[in-house]
């Protein structure tokens, strides 16, 4: 299960709240792989496809492709502010270490 921490659930619900649409879903989507492996992205989406998998974390409702699932079956969403400014972070600890040939990648 993907765990939406408490921090990242409450900027979550206030943003779906100025959207005034309760009804949105965060979607979880493939956004690219990079040598550090595959990166994802988040997006509200309002629908739900037939190869969709939906689960709930902290009050926000998550949808992410069945494909996607099986290789983000655990992690988190959490959200960081910092110097270097603010925004969410999706940890997948089910990610590989990356293919080691760009050299940066540790």
Known sequence: MIEVTDKAAAELKILI???EKPELA???FVAGVACSGI???LAFDDETKEDDVTMESNG???VMAKDIEKNFSEGSIDF???ENGKG???RN???GAG???CGGCH
Do not use: N
């Open 17 to 19: 709240e100025q959207e």
């Open 80 to 82: 960081i502010e910092d």
């Open 60 to 62: 926000i409702k998550l």
């Open 99 to 101: 293919c080691g040939t």
């Open 39 to 41: 990166q994802y992205g």
């Open 88 to 90: 969410f972070l999706i």
């Open 26 to 28: 965060l979607r979880i």
């Open 93 to 95: 600890p089910s990610a």
